[in-house]
Structure formats: C-alpha cells, structure tokens
C-alpha cells in the first residue's frame, strides 16, 4: 500500500468515525424526538459512508482481486433503507404525537381512531390514510 | 499512520455507541429507543468495518451485510407495530 492512499484510508476513517459521533450526540442532545431524528441520519449517510470507502480503497489491489466490490453492495444497501427507516420512524413519532396530544384535550375517541384506518380529519395524512381506505375496504 | 486513525476510530465509536446505550435506556418516547436501537446497529457495522481494516481480512463483510440487513427489517417491524399496533395486516 502506498503511503499516499494509506493517508486517504486514515483520512476516511477519522471523518467517518466522527461524523458517527456527532450523530450520535446529536440523538442524545437534542430537545424532541424529531430532530433527534436529524443526527444519525447523517452518522448512517456521511459516517458509514466514509469508512466504506475507506475500507474500500484499503482492500483494492491488495488480494486477487482488483477493485473490492463487498463494500459497494453494504453501502447501496444502506443508501437505500437510510431514507425508509427515517420515513417511518418520523411517521411513528408523529402518530404518537398527535394521539397524545387528542387525549390531553380530552377527545379520546379521536385519539383511538389515530390507531385504525378511520383517522380523524385534523391527522395530518388524512388522506393518505383514507386512499388506503378506498383500496383495501375490508382488510381487516 | 493508519494504526493511530483505528485507534481514534475506535474510541469515537465506543462513545457514539455509549450515547446511543443513553438514549436507549433512557428515551422518553418509545420511538426515541427505536431510532437508538437503530442507530446502534450503524455504528456496530461501522465498528466492523474497522475490525475487518485492522485485521485486513474480508470475513467481517458478511456480518456487515447481515448487520444491516437485520437493523432495517427490525427498525420497520417496530415502526409498524407502533404505527397499527400489527406487524402483517
């Protein structure tokens, strides 16, 4: 290995594994669950991201083989789920959000209609909830 | 050189996952322990990554790749339970 891409591979290791730890203190810093959101998205895009790349500059020519391929199918994989993942979890904590707040003002009935498919009008994705509705009438 | 940045590596990690164990245990919404839970998967497969660096051998991929796999697949399943109080409608 050459002492120009040994730097590189030290370089993409410092910065990856920073960026995991300001995720990280972000998610147990920050005031409410939805910007706690905000850092370990960027630990799980930046942070892994760069030690892959890392680690993928390390293990190229070394061995048989030319470039190493391993790394590219674990980031194209986590490039792909990051966004799911945080879509859902931005949904969960919403839900719970909102069911929480109907029962502080007492409508407990709203609150229990967050759960089911019948959402109320003033959830905020109403009419995603109800298009699922029209698709799936008797699903349950 | 690169010794020294594994080095480094190894303890940012260490204390992202021991904020990440924070969160977890503490979390005052259930959402926030699912996003800790998740978010200590990441850093458990960049920590391999650097074993596997550090060891310069390619068996740790494997467990990278399962590692991710299972944290995403348990990350939706959680999210789901919470958001119909099912799994598979």
């Given at each position: ?17 920073l ?52 790394e590219?199918?674990?980031?194209l ?6 966004p ?8 969960a904590?919403l ?13 407990d009935?709203a ?23 029209e ?6 | ?52 660096i ?5 068996a ?16 939706v ?13």
């Amino acid at each position: 290995m050459s002492p120009v891409s040994e730097m590189v591979v030290a370089a993409l290791i410092v910065l990856g594994a920073l960026f995991v730890f300001l995720g990280s203190i972000g998610l147990a810093r920050l005031p409410d669950f939805l910007t706690r959101l905000h850092g370990p998205t960027k630990a799980t895009t930046i942070g892994v991201g760069a030690i892959l790349l890392a680690s993928a500059i390390f293990f190229s020519g070394s061995e048989s083989t030319a470039v190493s391929l391993h790394e590219l199918a674990i980031l194209l994989f986590l490039f792909i789920t990051a966004p799911i993942t945080a879509h859902l979890l931005a949904k969960a904590g919403l839900h719970r959000q909102a069911r929480s707040a109907m029962r502080a003002a007492g409508d407990d009935e709203a609150a229990d209609r967050v759960m089911t498919r019948e959402s109320a009008p003033s959830e905020p994705d109403a009419g995603c909830q109800r298009a699922n509705d029209e698709r799936a009438p008797a699903d349950r | 050189m690169l010794n020294a940045a594994l080095e480094i590596a190894f303890v940012l990690i260490a204390a992202a996952q021991a904020l990440n164990l924070y969160r977890l245990l503490r979390g005052p919404d259930l959402c926030d322990r699912i996003l800790a839970l998740d978010t200590l998967g990441i850093s458990a497969i960049a920590l391999l990554l650097l074993f596997g660096i550090r060891s310069a051998s390619t068996a740790y991929f494997e467990a990278a790749l399962l590692l991710a796999l299972l944290g995403f697949v348990g990350t939706v399943a959680l999210c789901k339970f919470l958001l119909r109080g099912d799994i598979i409608e």
